[in-house]
C-alpha cells in the first residue's frame, strides 16, 4: 500500500481562502519563480518570506475556493508547503492539487485542533492527523488507492509518463 | 437502477451501462476547451515529454482572458499557443476573435447534451444548460486529456434545486443564483452535480439558464445541469449539424437532496464583499456610493443582459462619478447588440465598450480598481483583490442592477428607477 506521510509546523489560515487570494489574477501572467513570491498576498503580504520548507496549511471550510488556476496549488507546493489539510476543500483545488502531487486531506475539527506554530503529523493512507504539540489525534477519511498513486507518482503526468513507458 | 443525469452522462462517457455516485470511472473526454491556460497546459506537455495530441478535432482553444494580449508577456504566452495549435492541426481555433469562451463555445456548437466537456477554466459548468456534462480542470488534467482524452472522474452525488413562480419584473436568473448562494451558502454543491428544473427553468431563455449553471460553480458544483427542452435541441441544432444524443435523469433517481423555492415574491440580490455568498436584498444596499460599473463577464454579458441594460439607460446618463465599462461577451453578441442599436444607447449613456474579452473581471485589463474603489459588477466572484487592489470591494448584482446603478452613482433598485421613484 502506498504510504503518504507529512510532518511540518502549521500555518493555519481561516474560511473560504479562495484562489485570487492564494494567486491574484494580477500576477496570473508571471513565471511561477515570480508569482510564487505574491502568494497569499492579500491576506499576508509576508507569507512568501516567512515560509520554510516542509510547513503544512491548516484551514478552514472550502479551502481554494473560486478559480482552477493550478497556479494556486503550485505556488504553495512552490514555496515549500508540504500539505493542506482542511475542514473541506473546493473541489477543483482538491483535484489539481492531487494532480501536481500536493498532499490534501479533509479532516474535520482540525481548525480547532492547531493553533499557528504547532506541528502536525498526517498520514494520508490512513487519514491520521496528529497535533504533536498538543497531543491530539483526529481521523480523518483517507485519501482513495487512485489518488495516492497519482501523489506517489509525484502528480499525474508523473503517472503518465510511467504508462507510457518512458 | 435509476440514475441521476450526471450518473447517465459519466455512465455514457466511462462505457458502462451503470454508475453510482462514489464510483470512479475514467470516461473518454467529447470535448476539451483551453483558453490561455492552454500555454501551461504546454509546459506540462513538454515536461513530460509528450508532443503529440489525442484528437486535434476535439480540442477547441481560444484567447480570452487576456485579449488582445495587454502584456509582452501574455504576448509571448499568446504566440507559444498559437505555434502549438499550427503544430498539431488543432481545428477549432478562435484565437482572440471570438470573445469569451462560455459563450463562444455554445455559439460555435460545441456544446451538445449528453457530452462531457472539460475546460481549463471553472465556469465550463456553463455547459450544463446544454444538458452537457461540463466541468472545469486545471491544467496538469488537461494536458493528460489532450494526451490521451481521457481523465479520471468521481461520479457525484445529485442535488436538485426545483424552481417556480413567474420572476418579477428587472428580477433575473442571476438574482435566483445569488438568493441560493445567499440562502444555502458557497458550498452547498461540493463535490455534487446540481440539477435545476421546474416551471421557472422551463420558462426561462438559454441566456438566463446559462448563468444560472455558470454561476453554479460558485456553490461549489461540479456539473449545473438542465435536462434538455425543445429551446435547447432547437438552439443546439440551429449552432451544429453534428449528430447528439440527449440524456435525460430517470424520474426516480436518488438525490441527495431537494431544494425547492419560488421565486415569485424575489426582490433583486446583491453580494456584498468579499464573498458570493453574502447576499443581501437590494433593499438593504441601496444608497452604497460606486465608482466603477461593470457589466460582462461569461455570467452576464450576454444580448439580454445588454438589452436589460440599455433598457435602463435609454434617455438616461451614467452618473458623471461612475465608469461604466461594458464587455459583450463575444463578436456575435457583440454584432447582435450592434444591430440592435443596444451598443448606440449604451454609447449615448456615456458607457465605455471593451473588445468581447473577460477584462476586469478577473483583474487581467480593462478597468482594474484602485484602493477604496467600489464597483458593482455583472460578474461571478467578489474577492479580496480579484478586480485589481485587494482595498477595493466588489458588489455582485444582475444587469438591470449595475445599469441603475451607474445612472445615480450608488446601488440602485432598478424597479424603483424605472417607476420614478429613485
Known amino acids: ?136 489525534t483526529l481521523r480523518a477519511k483517507p485519501l482513495p488507492p487512485l489518488m495516492l498513486e497519482i501523489l506517489s507518482a509525484g502528480g499525474a503526468l508523473e503517472l503518465l509518463k510511467k504508462k507510457f513507458g518512458k | 437502477m435509476p440514475m441521476t443525469l450526471a450518473e447517465k452522462i459519466l455512465a455514457r462517457a466511462s462505457g458502462n451501462k451503470e454508475v453510482a455516485a462514489g464510483d470512479y470511472v475514467t470516461a473518454k473526454i467529447d470535448v476539451a476547451m483551453a483558453h490561455e491556460g492552454a500555454a501551461w497546459v504546454i509546459d506540462e506537455l513538454m515536461k513530460a515529454g509528450i508532443d503529440r495530441v489525442w484528437d486535434p478535432e476535439r480540442i477547441v482553444i481560444l484567447f480570452d482572458h487576456w485579449a488582445p494580449a495587454p502584456t509582452e508577456l501574455t504576448a509571448e504566452m499568446h504566440k507559444k499557443i498559437r505555434e502549438f495549435v499550427k503544430r498539431h492541426k488543432i481545428k477549432h481555433f478562435y484565437d482572440i476573435k471570438a470573445g469569451i469562451c462560455h459563450q463562444v463555445m455554445p455559439e460555435m456548437g460545441h ?137 435525460y435523469p430517470d424520474p426516480d433517481a436518488v438525490y441527495e437532496k431537494v431544494y425547492e423555492l419560488d421565486v415569485s415574491d424575489l426582490e433583486p440580490q446583491v453580494a456584498f464583499p468579499h464573498s458570493i455568498g453574502n447576499v443581501k436584498p437590494i433593499s438593504e444596499a441601496e444608497g452604497i456610493k460606486i465608482d466603477q460599473a461593470f457589466l460582462g463577464s461569461c455570467t452576464n454579458g450576454r444580448l439580454e443582459d445588454l438589452a436589460a441594460a440599455a433598457e435602463i439607460l435609454k434617455d438616461r446618463k451614467v452618473h458623471p462619478d461612475v465608469r461604466m465599462i461594458v464587455i459583450p461577451a463575444s463578436r456575435e453578441v457583440y454584432l447582435e447588440a450592434v444591430r440592435a442599436g443596444i451598443i448606440e444607447t449604451l454609447l449615448k449613456a456615456g458607457a465605455v465598450v471593451c473588445n468581447p474579452t473577460c477584462g476586469p473581471c478577473m483583474g487581467t485589463h480593462l478597468g482594474l480598481l484602485a484602493a477604496g474603489e467600489r464597483c458593482i459588477s455583472s460578474s461571478n466572484r467578489n474577492f479580496k483583490g480579484r478586480m485589481g487592489s485587494s482595498k477595493a470591494e466588489i458588489y455582485l448584482a444582475s444587469p438591470y442592477v449595475v445599469a441603475a446603478s451607474a445612472v445615480k452613482g450608488e446601488i440602485t433598485d432598478p424597479r424603483k428607477l424605472m417607476e420614478g421613484k429613485a
Open chain 2, 111 to 247: 456544446v451538445r447534451p449528453g457530452e462531457l466537456i472539460v475546460g481549463t477554466d471553472s465556469h465550463t459548468t456553463t455547459y450544463g444548460a446544454f444538458g452537457a456534462g461540463g466541468t472545469g480542470i486545471g491544467t496538469t488534467d488537461m494536458a493528460v486529456v489532450f494526451a490521451t482524452g481521457e481523465l479520471w472522474f468521481r461520479v457525484p452525488e445529485s442535488i436538485k434545486f426545483r424552481i417556480k413562480g413567474t420572476l418579477p419584473k428587472y428580477v433575473t436568473s442571476k438574482d435566483v443564483i445569488l438568493k441560493i448562494a445567499g440562502e444555502y451558502g458557497t458550498e452547498v454543491a461540493q463535490y455534487k452535480s446540481v440539477e435545476f428544473e421546474g416551471p421557472t427553468i422551463s420558462n426561462m431563455s438559454i441566456a438566463s439558464r446559462m448563468t444560472l449553471s455558470n454561476m453554479a460553480m460558485e456553490i461549489g458544483a461540479k456539473f449545473a445541469l438542465i435536462a434538455p427542452d425543445d429551446k435547447t435541441i432547437s438552439y443546439v441544432k440551429s449552432r451544429t449539424t453534428k449528430p447528439f444524443t440527449p440524456l
Open chain 1, 1 to 136: 500500500m502506498t504510504i503518504i506521510k507529512v510532518r511540518g509546523r502549521v500555518w493555519k489560515l481561516g474560511d473560504n481562502i479562495d484562489t485570487d487570494v492564494i494567486t491574484p489574477g494580477k500576477y496570473l501572467s508571471l513565471p511561477m519563480d515570480q508569482l510564487k513570491l505574491h502568494v497569499l498576498e492579500p491576506i499576508n503580504p509576508d507569507f512568501a518570506k516567512m515560509v520554510k520548507p516542509g510547513d503544512v496549511i491548516v484551514a478552514g471550510r472550502n479551502f481554494g475556493c473560486g478559480s482552477s488556476r493550478e497556479q494556486a496549488p503550485r505556488a504553495l507546493k512552490e514555496v515549500g508547503i508540504a500539505a493542506v489539510v482542511a475542514e473541506s476543500f473546493a473541489r477543483i483545488f482538491f483535484r489539481n492539487a492531487i494532480s501536481i502531487g500536493l498532499p490534501v486531506l479533509i479532516c474535520e475539527g482540525v481548525s480547532k485542533a492547531f493553533d499557528e506554530g504547532d506541528i502536525l503529523e498526517a498520514d494520508f493512507s490512513t487519514g491520521e492527523v496528529k497535533n504533536v504539540t498538543k497531543g491530539i
